[in-house]
């Protein structure tokens, strides 16, 4: 059975900064799904609040093309030198890395488009950059790259992709297990006894990290971006009123398959959300509260509106993972038990970069890698498109 090093790159709507996670994969396609993956190393390569603050802003309706165009350059950069670490770190040169499968940052995600004048205005758009050709030539290793768009082709949200890796990782000939990821946007996979590419559920249950972190960084000035291990919400109260009000909101009721983004959940959102609570006096501990009650709930309540069946097991990843306040919030809401993804040899922030190591491996295998169940498309198709080093 062959064996390949691939390097997985993600970064994700948090702009925290952008994961590399070096795999060991085994398996070559032909078995279909059949790879056996080993996490060689790890490395988070954190963003400065000055690259932050260019890709948030790239992301309003205030982004300019330029702006974009000059920022798929730079972070083809700093995505090319993020895989360099996470090859040092395996104490692997990078001629020894057969692979790369780089998300690339999104930018913009419309899986709902509105009219446009020109065009075929039937498709869905999205927008990742961070150039292939790019990390390619700094690194001289083959990359895969744009994996969304080839799903959009054919009909697709371009998102999830994850639940290709959620299948290999955790499907069970027994049990109901739910892979849970919460980054910036929180995300499930719902995998049924012996789950295979056409019975998978999943999608985005809505805001993850996004409006915590949104709502920490405009309470405090932005002396912190996130609230750290959930200190802030652990002393706050949960409004009820104002957690009510926010899950009455059309995309936590609209069916499955669904997909949303900073475009919903960001900045704006974070605003408002702050805006409603001071109309009732609620101190800054109670907002955040609020706003991880918002995440925690949602995650439930998709649950109980979108899944066949009570989950026997739900294996929670992501950057939420860290935060206690909110896994016990998710923990109380759920009727089953909630691991982290560390009890199966990954570490939680590590998933999502696994999971594009695997994304590029099957695209080399032409092994298709969406999951029309999970993304609504048409039909399968490989996704991610190859640069080749010069
Ligand atoms: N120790 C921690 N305590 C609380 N929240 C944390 C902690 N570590 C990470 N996070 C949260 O996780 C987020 C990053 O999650 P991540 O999975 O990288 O999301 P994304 O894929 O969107 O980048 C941070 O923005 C923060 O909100
Ligand atoms: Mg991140």
């Known amino acids: 059975m062959s064996e390949r ?19 060991r994969i085994r398996g070559d396609g032909n078995t279909g799904r059949d790879y056996d993956v080993s996490v060689e190393s790890f490395v988070t390569c954190s963003y400065d609040s000055a690259l932050r603050n260019r890709i948030e802003t790239a992301c309003t309706d205030e982004g300019t093309v330029a702006e974009v165009c000059s920022l798929n350059v730079a972070l083809g950069t700093v995505f090319a030198d993020a895989a360099a670490a996470a090859a040092a770190a395996a104490n692997l040169d990078l001629e020894d890395v057969d692979a790369i499968g780089s998300h690339g940052q999104t930018v913009r995600h419309e899986p ?29 290793v083959t990359t895969i790259a744009d994996f969304r768009t080839a799903d959009i082709a054919v009909g697709g949200h371009g998102a999830p992709l994850v639940p290709f890796a959620d299948l290999v990782l955790f499907a069970d000939d027994e049990s109901f ?101 001071r109309e009732r006096d609620l101190p800054d501990e109670d907002i955040v509260a609020t ?12 649950y109980h509106r979108f899944l066949p069946q009570t989950p026997d097991e739900v294996v929670v990843s992501g950057g939420g993972a860290f935060n206690p306040t909110l896994v016990g919030m998710l923990d109380a809401e759920l009727n089953a038990p909630v691991k982290t993804i560390d009890e199966y040899g990954i570490g939680a922030d590590a998933k999502e970069a696994v999971a594009f190591a695997l994304l590029a491996a099957a695209a080399l295998d032409g092994v298709p890698n969406n999951v029309p169940s999970a993304t609504g498309a048409t039909r399968p198709v490989v996704m991610g498109k190859r640069c080749p080093p010069s």
């Not at 090093?5 to 795999?23: E, K, N, P, Q, R």
């Not at 590419?197 to 996004?210: C, I, K, L, S």
């Not at 409004?239 to 995309?251: G, H, K, M, N, R």
């Open 112 to 140: 709902n488009p509105k009219s446009m004048p020109v065009g075929d205005d039937r498709l869905r758009s999205t927008l990742q950059i961070g150039d292939g050709s790019l990390i390619a030539e700094r690194t001289g």
């Open 5 to 23: 090093i691939v390097i997985g790159l993600m970064s994700g709507t948090s702009l925290d900064g952008v994961d590399a996670a070096c795999c």
């Open 291 to 302: 706003a991880t009650a918002l995440t925690a709930r949602s995650i439930a309540e998709a």
């Open 177 to 277: 297990r739910v892979a849970q990821n919460i980054g910036g946007i929180a995300n499930c996979t719902a995998l049924p006894p012996g789950s295979n590419p056409e019975n998978v559920t999943a999608f985005d249950t809505g805001p993850g990290n996004m409006v915590i972190d949104g709502v920490v960084e405009q309470l405090t000035n932005g002396d912190q971006t996130y609230d750290r291990d959930g200190e802030i919400a652990r002393i706050g109260t949960v409004s009820d009123a104002i957690l009510s009000d926010a899950l009455d909101e059309d995309y936590f009721r609209a069916e499955p398959p669904k997909s949303t983004g900073r475009e919903q959940f960001g900045r704006t959102y974070a605003r408002e959300f702050i805006a409603t609570c």
